[in-house]
């Protein structure tokens, strides 16, 4: 039998990752200043999406929101949220390019593990702020895809 999941914990682990992704963008700004006003935004956003998530774990104790026990492995979350850090302390030398390949492949990942989808709510607040998570992030792989696409070569 699985082991019960404790969505406080998932959640602070979900936040802590968008937080990481912030660290990496905030990461990019100092090492391509040219492009700063892009990665701050990003950051900023990413920062953000870590705020929307903490709310959603307010609302844990209301009841109103559910792990789905069958979309959630720690393992995978823990393996993403170190391969971040450790693009956050790279400290070589990298093209534009690639950091932007990290940030689209980054991305790109939350999209398609439907990272925000490992909730369950019949709350149509709560449904509104996965919704937006998850439109955030799309947003976010076009903005840095017409980026990598400029930048690319």
Avoid: C
Wanted: glycine share 4%; proline share 3%; net charge negative.
């Amino acid at each position: 039998m699985a082991e019960r999941q404790n969505p406080q914990a998932i959640i602070a682990l979900m936040a802590e990752n968008e937080e990481s992704v912030a660290r990496l963008y905030e990461a990019y700004a100092g090492r391509f200043p040219e492009h700063a006003g892009f990665w701050s935004g990003l950051a900023a956003e990413e920062r953000d999406h870590a705020r929307w998530l903490r709310e959603l774990g307010s609302r844990v104790e209301e009841g109103s929101l559910y792990v789905n026990e069958d979309r959630f492995r720690r393992e995978p979350i823990r393996l993403f949220h170190e391969y971040l850090e450790g693009e956050v302390r790279r400290q070589e030398p990298m093209p534009l390019a690639r950091a932007l390949s990290v940030a689209l492949s980054t991305e790109e990942a939350l999209i398609e593990r439907r990272f925000f989808e490992v909730f369950e709510t019949d709350s149509a607040e709560l449904k509104h702020i996965l919704h937006d998570l998850a439109s955030a992030t799309e947003k976010h792989v076009e903005k840095v895809r017409d980026m990598w696409a400029k930048h690319k070569d």
